[in-house]
């Protein structure tokens, strides 16, 4: 059995979060007790729920999620040891 396909790309609106230039960002400081904390973040898309990017802080507590364009995102934050539960940010816009 042979089957022709035709491929079609398929364009979702949440396709497009990113963008090729600096675009917007969502930037910040994590702390604990009060004071810079190092650790890692997810930023996912709120709509769809699909992770849009991860990044390690620097040891300053100090990050950035850069090339977003302006939807409504939540941001996960995982302490490094365990210690305690994750940490959640929801409708966090860029700017």
Partial sequence: MLLDLQVKQAICPSDLILTSDIGLAIKGQVK????PFPCRLRL??????????????????NYVFNHLTANKFFIVAHHPLNQYNAVIADLVVPK
Wanted: charged share 25%; proline share 0%; aromatic share 4%.
């Fill in 32 to 35: 604990e007790l009060n004071i």
């Fill in 44 to 61: 996912f898309e709120r709509a769809s729920g699909r992770l849009i990017s991860e990044v390690m802080t620097d040891q300053s507590g």
